[in-house]
């Protein structure tokens, strides 16, 4: 079955700076590429999204780009703030959702 | 608004008990999911349905059960519970492959 694995584990950054979260994925069939944002005490909320006809998404601050050759997606915050911080998982999919196993983020002010 | 909902949200049970989450929710999906959080592990899919007829075993089935009695409810079953089932427990909902996934807010299980 598809096999989802995420870098780094946990993330620090300044106020400001940019974040990259990678994540590969196993399966070549794989058409659908998720990001959920877990703020503390929360449910998982869809962030954004990338479908496999894609390379690249951007939705203000944030963006997903995706290489199917290197079965690799990433997501990819801009000028970070501390509200970003939170879990952040990504998914793969084919008929259901996999899950990357997360990254914790921390946006120091 | 349209919503998933648990309950309990928070619950405290000793080894060997028979416990039963409830979800449900008021968007109007066919899919239903139960999903398992632990720390460093993400959410792992235990039961999934994609109809009031479907059910389908996830990634960690083993010691859970689950009924879907309508297409608004869809409870997981632990028939004894064991410690290492201690965990965040989601369900969410969606309506297809490609289309996001609803979390309910999640109930906190603790076996003793």
């Known amino acids: 079955g598809e096999n989802v694995e995420q870098h780094p584990s946990t993330l620090s950054v300044q106020e400001g700076d940019s974040a990259v979260i990678k994540c590969t994925y196993s399966d070549s069939a794989s058409n659908y590429f998720p990001w959920y944002k877990q703020e503390l005490g929360k449910r998982p909320q869809l962030i954004i999204d990338?479908?496999?006809?894609?390379g690249e998404k951007k939705d203000q601050r944030i963006a997903v780009t995706l290489n199917k050759t290197a079965k690799h997606f990433s997501l990819h915050i801009t000028e970070t703030q501390p509200e970003d911080s939170a879990v952040y998982f990504c998914?793969?999919?084919?008929?259901?959702?996999?899950f990357g196993a997360g990254t914790i983020l921390r946006v120091k002010s | 608004d349209a919503d998933v909902t648990q309950t309990p949200r928070n619950r405290i049970t000793k080894t060997g008990k028979r416990i039963m989450l409830e979800c449900s929710q008021t968007k109007g999906h066919d899919r239903m999911y139960w999903y398992r959080q632990d720390p460093g592990l993400g959410l792992r899919l235990i039961y999934y349905s994609f109809d009031v007829k479907d059910i389908n075993k996830g990634e960690i089935s083993d010691g859970y059960s689950v009924s879907r009695q309508a297409q608004a409810k869809f409870s997981l079953s632990l028939e004894s519970a064991i410690p290492n089932q201690t965990a965040l427990y989601f369900c969410a909902t969606g309506q297809g492959v490609e289309e996001t996934q609803y979390f309910g807010p999640g109930t906190r299980l603790l076996v003793l």
């Open positions: 998914a793969a999919s084919i008929d259901k959702l996999v």
């Open positions: 990338i479908r496999s006809n894609v």
